[in-house]
């Protein structure tokens, strides 16, 4: 995988322009909501995949990238949309450039050409699972099994496997439907031969004997053994008439069609009409049970709205639904697997002993028809033909549908057709041409077992060939059989000790954050059929879904580490970059540095970009030296795209608003710095805030209490000093609380909460210069706040986080005032 | 590690259970040596077969040829 080091934007999503420096590192993007951010995850997304999934993913009809990635005045102007990408891919050394325009998605430009770098975009193109939204990071944590099932199977590159399982089955199904024909086939082979030497089972001794006793009338010797190769003709051709065939053999045709009369007029087998039943129960009941799905497709359409459930509304017409009471109706249309196989099994049983009476049924009513053309002249057979036809139907449909169980509908039909018994006006061709048959002149003894022994012939052949037939189908049968059992073993302990891997490394990342009250969590990842379920423990009450009690908070958490688990195992040391959207929303903020932690510690070598809303967030990553870059938004318009707040540009920024005498605007401009600066210095002196429901602060609720913190942690410090007799230390800090009670007072924010008319609201009514004497001031006291280490230069802040403050120190350690006393 | 054959790649998942799987074949007397190489070469193809392959590859020269 890649590492990027510099992101160019034009005229995409909500962004006019915007360049950004990652030089191959971690890199935080913070601001507001609306400001941007996600914005960046997109370009980076279309750049490297040449798709946005905000634009074409689930739920997203009527969008498009082609109409939409563009900025919203640029959107008839695709070519200006262009994303740019520079950096480095460590497994091959080299450096890249990636450009991408809106106007033609799926054509990357890759600079120098390189066929390597090529097929690492193309597989990201096929596989984004490196940016990831909190909605799609959770989605691992709270979807239902079965669409766990498929979003774990595709961020591991394991459909592969699944769809050469499939393959594998239908395979093995084919090859047990030609066995089973070819065994109806045999069977009908030997009912002729039998038929033929009139005896009721074929027995080695019995086919002899009959073999014998019409030799025996040609004067020809005995066999004495029934081979492959043994031929009941031999010495026939000493008579001459070894390949004569006879073009109709009045004996055997009579045997024939006197076993297929006694048939006809016998009553359905009990056997067949049990089995025609419960056939038909079964495909009724697969087809009420389908009724509503559509057979087959419908029952995964179902299967698959009903893994979508996961809010109070359908997925597809988004009609209100009580998520569960969906579900709930949902179930009960279908079977479940487990029903539904052993159901098809059954049925299948009861199909192919119907097939086999049917076959031969059509191989008899062919032999009429065959038997009636021979007839001199022939006996009409149209009315045969149509029996026959009809018959052929009722097979067909049954095959059919054991080779797809979605053709429910014309097999119940046939299940349900009467053949066995044939109408009136074919049953009476069937018997004119008996009576043709049985009128023919007798021929002699001799003819007669010369037929007798042609015919038998043919139908020993007939019947080697379809033993063979099914034997060869045996043996293939058997083998895919086994093929699908080892790899469904294979595949099966490989993806359960994945799902191990991936369980254990999860449990570990999640401890690892959560160490404080969760040190003895496990997590559980066990594949099933078509699911994969994932189960958590909570505090030792046991193993159940995430989503059972844990709140949204340790969700969040745990999505991001099942990711990381993943990640680890599909992509290993390729994992070298993820952006991560705002994924952390719910985490509070006791667990964020331990976040940071692991990410550090666990994947020293990826390069993570993460946005966050929360400025304190991205302060935590940067104290934790999580990011060594960060841009923040501070706000947006839809001309100028997100305003970047940039410590060493904001100033400057300022000075020319001033300079064009623009007070308003520099005004807003300090503002909203401050107003992004109070909330980070807030969090770092632990300042006393004065708590609102609504979570909104402005500067003035913010501001004051931070300075007033400040003044009071200078005393503290000077305090400390004083009881542990560091004098040095002591007049240093002297020094800097006159210092910060004079630069405050510069600013007048003590007087904010008193006096309004010196209100931040004031400053778009001063003068240039008054102003500027606002900004000086504020400029040089945010200066007061920091490390003064020029490298450093990070806000100061108190250590621990939580519990009695015990240092106020900067992240590179210049600066460390001893609090306790 | 991924292989590739005609530019396509296979998942290193799906390569390490096709590897087992070919394995365990050999060692299965019932399954002919010289079928499993050619539902090997199919598989290494990158491509999921379609089942007709797999009986091309698995049966097409084993039928027996005598009654």
């Not at chain 1, 990408?85 to 080299?94: E, F």
């Not at chain 1, 009690?549 to 993943?566: F, I, R, T, V």
Request: contains cysteine; negative net charge.
């Amino acid at each position: 995988m890649i590492r990027v080091k510099t992101l160019e934007i034009k005229d995409f999503r909500g962004i006019r322009k915007l360049n950004l420096n990652l030089a191959c590192n971690n890199f935080g993007i913070c601001g507001p909501n609306g400001t941007g951010k996600s914005g960046v995850v997109d370009a980076i997304e279309f750049c490297l995949t040449g798709d946005v999934t905000r634009l074409s993913g689930q739920g997203t009809a009527g969008l498009s990238v082609k109409n939409h990635a563009p900025h919203v005045d640029q959107r008839t102007h695709p070519e200006k949309a262009n994303v740019t990408i520079t950096g480095d891919i460590p497994s091959l050394n080299k450096s890249f450039t990636i450009h991408r325009s809106v106007k033609n998605p799926k054509n990357v430009m890759i600079t120098p050409p390189d066929a390597a770098v090529e097929g690492i975009i193309s597989e990201l193109e096929t596989h984004p699972e490196f940016a990831l939204s909190r909605r799609e990071i959770v989605k691992y944590i709270i979807t239902p099994p079965g669409q766990r099932s498929i979003d774990v199977q595709i961020l591991l590159r394991l459909d592969h496997i699944e769809r050469t399982r499939k393959t594998f089955t239908t395979f093995n199904n084919k090859c047990r439907d030609e066995l089973d024909e070819a065994e109806r086939n045999r069977i009908k082979a030997e009912v002729d031969l039998k038929t033929a030497l009139k005896i009721d089972k074929l027995e080695h001794a019995l086919v002899l004997e009959k073999i014998n006793e019409n030799r025996k009338i040609l004067g020809l010797p005995a066999l004495y053994e029934l081979t492959k190769s043994t031929s009941f003709k031999s010495g026939i051709a000493a008579l001459q008439d070894a390949d004569k065939k006879p073009s109709l053999s009045k004996v055997v045709a009579q045997a024939d069609l006197s076993a297929l009369q006694k048939t006809l007029q016998s009553e359905e087998p009990a056997m067949l009409i049990d089995n025609r039943q419960a056939a038909n129960t079964a495909l009724e009941k697969l087809r009420d049970d389908e009724q509503a799905l559509t057979i087959a497709r419908r029952h995964g359409f179902i299967k698959t709205g009903l893994d979508l459930v996961t809010e109070d509304a359908c997925p597809l017409c988004d009609t209100p639904w009580k998520a569960d009471d969906l579900r709930d109706y949902l179930r009960k249309k279908i079977l479940n697997a487990e029903e539904t196989e052993k159901l098809l099994g059954k049925l299948r049983t009861n199909i192919n002993t119907v097939l086999e009476a049917l076959t031969n049924r059509i191989q008899a009513i062919v032999r009429v028809i065959q038997y009636s053309e021979s007839l001199k002249p022939p006996v009409q057979h149209i009315e045969v033909d149509t029996y026959l036809n009809d018959l052929r139907e009722v097979g067909t449909a049954l095959k059919d549908f054991l080779e797809d169980h979605c053709r429910v509908g014309p097999a119940i039909t046939a299940i349900t057709k009467s053949w066995w018994s044939p109408a009136t006006h074919q049953q009476a061709q069937i018997n004119e041409c008996i009576a043709a048959i049985n009128t023919l002149p007798d021929t002699s003894i001799a003819e007669q077992a010369r037929d007798i022994l042609s015919v038998a012939q043919d139908r020993y052949t007939r019947l080697l060939l379809a033993t063979r037939e099914k034997r060869n189908r045996g043996s293939q049968s058997t083998i895919a059989q086994k093929i699908l059992d080892h790899y469904n073993i294979i595949a099966t302990r490989v993806l359960e000790g994945i799902f191990d891997q991936v369980a254990k490394d999860f449990s570990t990342y999640y401890r690892s954050i959560n160490r404080d009250d969760e040190e003895k969590f496990v997590g559980t990842l066990t594949s099933e059929p078509a699911k994969l379920s994932f189960n958590v423990d909570f505090y030792g009450r046991g193993l159940f879904p995430p989503g059972a009690y844990h709140s949204e908070g340790h969700q969040d958490a745990m999505g991001l580490c099942l990711y990381l688990a993943l990640m680890k195992h599909t992509l290993g040391d390729k994992f070298t970059f993820a952006v991560l959207d705002d994924v952390l929303m719910s985490v509070d903020t006791g667990h964020r540095r331990e976040v940071c932690r692991l990410l550090k510690k666990e994947f020293p070598n990826t390069q993570f970009i993460l946005t966050t809303h929360d400025r304190v967030w991205l302060q935590y990553m940067k104290t934790e030296n999580l990011i060594y870059g960060s841009q923040s938004f501070g706000g947006w318009t839809v001309d100028s795209g997100p305003r970047v707040w940039d410590d060493h540009d904001i100033w400057s920024e300022i000075q020319n608003e001033l300079a064009k005498d623009n007070v308003p605007q520099a005004a807003w401009l300090l503002r909203r710095y401050l107003e992004y600066t109070a909330v980070i210095l807030a969090d770092n002196l632990r300042a006393r805030i004065e708590f609102r429901g609504d979570g909104q602060y402005d500067l003035g609720d913010l501001m004051p209490n931070v300075l007033r913190q400040w003044r009071v942690l200078l005393e503290d410090g000077e305090k400390s000093a004083i009881k542990w007799k560091l004098e040095e230390e002591k007049t240093t800090l002297a020094g800097m609380r006159a210092t910060a009670k004079e630069l405050i007072a510069k600013t007048n924010t003590e007087q904010w909460a008193i006096n309004p008319s010196v209100h931040f609201n004031e400053w778009a009514n001063l003068r240039a210069h008054e102003f500027q004497e606002v900004v000086d001031a504020f400029r040089t006291l945010l200066g007061h706040l920091r490390c003064e280490n020029p490298v450093c230069l990070s806000y100061l802040y108190i250590s621990p986080r939580k519990g009695l403050p015990e240092e106020l120190r900067c992240n590179c350690g210049k600066t460390a005032i001893n609090l306790k006393t | 590690m991924s292989k590739e054959g005609d530019n396509i790649v296979i998942p290193p998942t799906a390569l390490q259970v096709m590897e087992e799987f070919v394995a365990v074949m050999h060692a299965d007397p019932d399954i002919p040596d010289d079928a499993i190489n050619r539902l090997e070469t199919l598989l290494l193809k990158g491509v999921v077969p379609k089942p007709d392959d797999i009986n091309k590859a698995l049966f097409e020269s084993s039928t027996e040829s005598e009654i």
